[in-house]
């Protein structure tokens, strides 16, 4: 067995175990996973199709991998690149065409909203570098402005063919607004991008924009229609086999619909945000599932998404509406406590007891009363250092970590 359908199967099986990186860190040489297709498995995969008329790629990597991509692609073939088509936009999935297009032109095919969202990224460019300095914790990271847009749109469906191969290209919105996923009738073989990343969905990220919860799990059900014996997902190992392929999207989907539809049903209660999310239970016998467990994003945060997606920002609490400044806020809690010592006291008494929630929120008031005093620096750097070592998902591990370092 090769190495690549070795961790496919051992993360299958439960002989190794997803982590909080596990799905950036598949990293396994371009291997021919079907006749004429090849998978490179990095910090976002690239799969290459070979065709009558030269390779498709589908996905590019980033500009830190595509050297990497382009010498395997080119040891295993040696025939032109002539198309790459975008599962989305995110740059380390649309920014590795530059050394094959040195050697040829390349046509770039994509949804048609890949464009705006790469306006988008130029436009926020310092933003979308602090937010992803602290979700990946990559010191000297700087957001690109500059990106290789598309040569061919589509909207809903676009029938690629290139060559004797024929791709079927579906545009569905989930993670992003503008994802494609592709479909390779001569293998069976159904590359879905970031609609399956071998970990609970990346639908709630709370630093970033909109997710499509209900429509992703719409995308996961209509995939289980196409029969895919082989899944090439945007991150993570390849999964084999027809059996397992539709148990992982049909779970995916399943976990996507219940919260989904809990939020809704909530909402039409007339219930806040917080009543919101003690009433939503996620079914934890799916989140034990080996490519559904909750290391990158979190069910808490889906939750929060779909209300954002119908509630708007508010969140119910009349006094969150037009509140007051935090550090005013905070210096009445202080005020209440009777100084900054025993509000730190009480921090570190709820840290002591389990409740780490309430000791962040606690340890931030005190200081935001007083960003300057040794005693409530040292409560928050410790309260959120234990917050982070408790989470299981990327996002929350890396913001309470970055809280925790003073940032």
């Not at 919860?213 to 014996?229: Q, S, T």
Request: a negative charge; aromatic letters at 8%; proline letters at 6%.
């Amino acid at each position: 067995m090769s190495r690549l359908r070795t961790i496919a199967d051992e993360l299958w099986t439960g002989a190794r175990r997803t982590d909080h990186l596990s799905i950036l860190s598949t990293m396994v040489p371009l291997e021919e996973v079907a006749p004429g297709v090849a998978f490179h498995g990095g910090f976002a995969n690239v799969i290459a199709v070979t065709t009558s008329d030269g390779v498709v790629l589908i996905d590019t990597g980033s500009p830190m991998t595509a050297p990497v991509v382009h010498q395997q692609v080119r040891a295993w073939t040696d025939a032109p690149a002539h198309t790459a088509i975008y599962t989305h936009g995110h740059v380390d999935h649309a920014m590795g065409t530059a050394p094959f297009e040195a050697e040829r032109p390349l046509r770039v095919v994509a949804h048609e909203a890949v464009a705006a969202r790469f306006d988008r990224y130029r436009a926020t460019a310092g933003w979308n570098t602090a937010i992803n300095t602290r979700q990946f914790r990559i010191p000297g990271l700087k957001w690109p402005t500059e990106y290789r847009y598309p040569d061919v749109t589509y909207r809903d469906r676009l029938d690629l063919d290139v060559g004797d191969t024929r791709l079927e290209l579906h545009h569905h919105r989930g993670e992003t607004d503008d994802h494609t996923i592709v479909w390779i009738p001569r293998a069976r073989a159904l590359c879905t991008g970031d609609l399956f990343i071998w970990a609970a969905p990346n639908c709630g990220n709370p630093q970033k924009v909109q997710r499509y919860v209900v429509e992703w799990a719409r995308a996961l059900d209509a995939m289980r229609g196409l029969g895919a014996e082989l899944l090439l997902p945007g991150h993570g190992p390849p999964i084999f086999g027809a059996d397992r392929v539709d148990q992982a999207l049909r779970d995916t989907a399943a976990l996507l619909h219940t919260i989904h539809d809990q939020v809704v049903a909530a909402m039409n209660d007339g219930k806040s945000l917080d009543e919101v999310i003690a009433a939503v239970a996620v079914p934890a016998e799916l989140l034990e599932r080996p490519y559904l467990r909750p290391v990158y994003d979190d069910p808490a945060f889906i939750v929060r998404n779909v209300w954002r997606r119908y509630g708007g920002w508010w969140d119910g609490n009349p006094a969150r509406l037009l509140p007051p400044r935090d550090r005013a806020l905070a210096a009445e809690v202080v005020a209440l406590a009777g100084g900054i010592a025993p509000l730190v006291a009480r921090a570190r008494a709820a840290a002591e007891r389990g409740d780490l929630a309430l000791a962040c929120q606690l340890a931030e008031w005190a200081h935001q009363a007083a960003p300057d005093d040794a005693g409530a620096l040292a409560a928050r750097k410790d309260v959120y250092r234990q917050r982070a070592d408790g989470e299981t998902s990327l996002m929350a591990r890396s913001i309470f970590t970055a809280a925790s370092e003073g940032r």
